[in-house]
């Protein structure tokens, strides 16, 4: 059974850090990209970072100050998330990339809110 198990968020203060996790399950993790998502200001979910066996990729407004990391024998997906502004609230959410469409493959999320 595909499943992705989010934690970590929490209202933090603008510059302040934090540490996302998401358990995976029901994929062939060690050999799949798997990326973090969030829904901001927009209905749609963004894509944020990925983590392929190989390497990691960020979307330009994180570079420098998110990390995707992964632990393939946990199965599980980190984000490391420094130097936060109010632009990096929303729900985030793990998937593999490219994402599942049907909604059913996705976790409920968790919340980041940065405050000013």
């Known amino acids: 059974q595909v499943r992705f198990v989010e934690s970590g968020g929490e209202s933090v203060q603008a510059g302040g850090s934090l540490r996302l996790s998401c358990i995976v399950s029901g994929i062939g993790f060690s050999r799949s990209t798997v990326a973090w998502y969030r829904r901001g200001k927009i209905p749609a979910r963004e894509w944020v970072a990925s983590?392929?066996?190989?390497?990691?990729t960020y979307r330009d407004s994180v570079k420098g100050r998110f990390t995707i990391t992964r632990d393939n024998t946990r199965n599980s997906v980190f984000l490391q998330m420094d130097d936060l502004t109010p632009d990096d609230t929303g729900i985030y959410f793990c998937?593999?990339?490219?994402?599942?469409?049907?909604?059913?493959?996705w976790g409920q999320g968790t919340q980041v809110t940065v405050a000013t």
């Open positions: 983590s392929s066996p190989t390497d990691e």
């Open positions: 998937n593999r990339y490219p994402p599942y469409v049907d909604d059913k493959y």
